[in-house]
T-cell receptor, first 112, second 115 residues
Framework: DAGVTQSPTHLIKTRGQQVTLRCSPKSGHDTVSWYQQALGQGPQFIFQYYEEEERQRGNFPDRFSGHQFPNYSSELNVNALLLGDSALYLC???????????FGDGTRLSIL | GNSVTQMEGPVTLSEEAFLTINCTYTATGYPSLFWYVQYPGEGLQLLLKATKADDKGSNKGFEATYRKETTSFHLEKGSVQVSDSAVYFCALTPILTGGGNKLTFGTGTQLKVEL
């Protein structure tokens, strides 16, 4: 039973570029959330997708956008990258909105 | 808004020592409470949870009790092992209103267990 998988594992970009991160939820899960974890901090909620729509959004600018596909997989897109976007980006999935979330190992994004 | 406050680390213990990591929260109503653990280079793993007052979550020797009167969810283990060395996060989700189970995390507490 595959858990939550994220790709790529590591990514290096420069300021101003755009990036796309990908997530496949745990088998049977239909809800995907994205979190940003800065070094030494707890994860911060970016947004959540359910039935291909953004259901909740945290305090992140419009440069952060996402998508959920019919197979429940999801992408996180970040435009106009800033140095402060350097972080571990975590994807989490759950079955419906009242079940615990299961996390992937994350994508480490470094901005030069 | 919702918030979680954890004791600062790192916490350094000898193997077989007793562990307590304090966690308090601010939220309206009755949130669900969680402890997640993060090993180096990995994502977060759910350690235990409690969904209502006085519930005790437990897993792998770790326990935490949902105390509404003190808005706390302290993590305890009677005898830690070197393999317990990790960062521990306390988190909550609010009462569902229109869907969504957004997690609000504390800043994490690093635990180091030495022989």
């Amino acid at each position: 039973d595959a858990g939550v998988t994220q790709s790529p594992t590591h990514l290096i970009k420069t300021r101003g570029q755009q990036v796309t991160l990908r997530c496949s939820p745990k088998s049977g899960h239909d809800t995907v959330s994205w979190y940003q974890q800065a070094l030494g901090q707890g994860p911060q909620f970016i947004f959540q997708y359910y039935e291909e729509e953004e259901r909740q959004r945290g305090n992140f600018p419009d440069r952060f956008s996402g998508h959920q596909f019919p197979n429940y997989s999801s992408e996180l897109n970040v435009n106009a990258l800033l140095l402060g976007d350097s972080a571990l980006y975590l994807c989490a999935s759950s079955l419906a909105s009242d079940q615990p979330q299961h996390f992937g190992d994350g994508t480490r994004l470094s901005i030069l | 808004g919702n918030s979680v406050t954890q004791m600062e680390g790192p916490v350094t213990l000898s193997e077989e020592a007793f562990l307590t990591i304090n966690c308090t929260y601010t939220a309206t109503g009755y949130p669900s409470l969680f402890w997640y653990v993060q090993y180096p280079g990995e994502g977060l793993q759910l350690l235990l949870k409690a969904t209502k007052a006085d519930d005790k979550g437990s897993n792998k020797g770790f326990e935490a009790t949902y105390r509404k009167e003190t808005t706390s969810f302290h993590l305890e283990k009677g005898s830690v092992q070197v393999s317990d060395s990790a960062v521990y996060f306390c988190a909550l989700t609010p009462i569902l209103t229109g869907g969504g189970n957004k997690l609000t995390f504390g800043t994490g507490t690093q635990l180091k267990v030495e022989l």
